[in-house]
């Protein structure tokens, strides 16, 4: 089994920054691009930033420029930092990852809890 724990979140004014990290701890073989998503109320869960392995990054057009992902092998461990930040950031933040297990090495996704992002004056 494996757990994604999130922190950071919180409420922050317009042109404020956060910084959010997602830890993955559990047993397995190998993890694969680590992503974060957010879903804003009454709106689909979209793809804010991803992150391969080998450390290639893709950003969703309304946050390039503004949004830095990373991540730490070591770790396990992805963080968003978010600047310049704008009301409709508002949302909630998910951390996803895929890993492979040591038996059969069979491919697994998983989701964290969510962490809650709020922009507002």
């Known amino acids: 089994q494996v757990q994604l724990v999130e922190s950071g979140g919180g409420l922050v004014q317009p042109g404020g920054s956060l910084r959010l990290s997602c830890a993955a701890s559990g047993s397995f073989f190998s993890i694969f691009s680590m992503a974060w998503y957010r879903q804003a109320p009454g709106k689909q869960r979209e793809l804010v930033a991803i992150?391969?392995?080998?450390?290639?990054?893709n950003y969703a057009d309304s946050v390039k420029g503004r949004f830095v992902i990373s991540r730490d092998n070591a770790k396990n461990m992805v963080t968003l930092q978010m600047n310049s930040l704008k009301p409709d950031d508002t949302a909630v933040y998910y951390c996803?990852?895929?890993?492979?297990?040591?038996?059969?090495?069979?491919?697994?996704?998983?989701w964290g809890q969510g962490t809650q992002v709020t922009v507002s004056s």
């Open positions: 996803n990852t895929s890993v492979r297990t040591f038996v059969g090495g069979r491919i697994f996704n998983y």
């Open positions: 992150v391969t392995s080998e450390g290639s990054t």
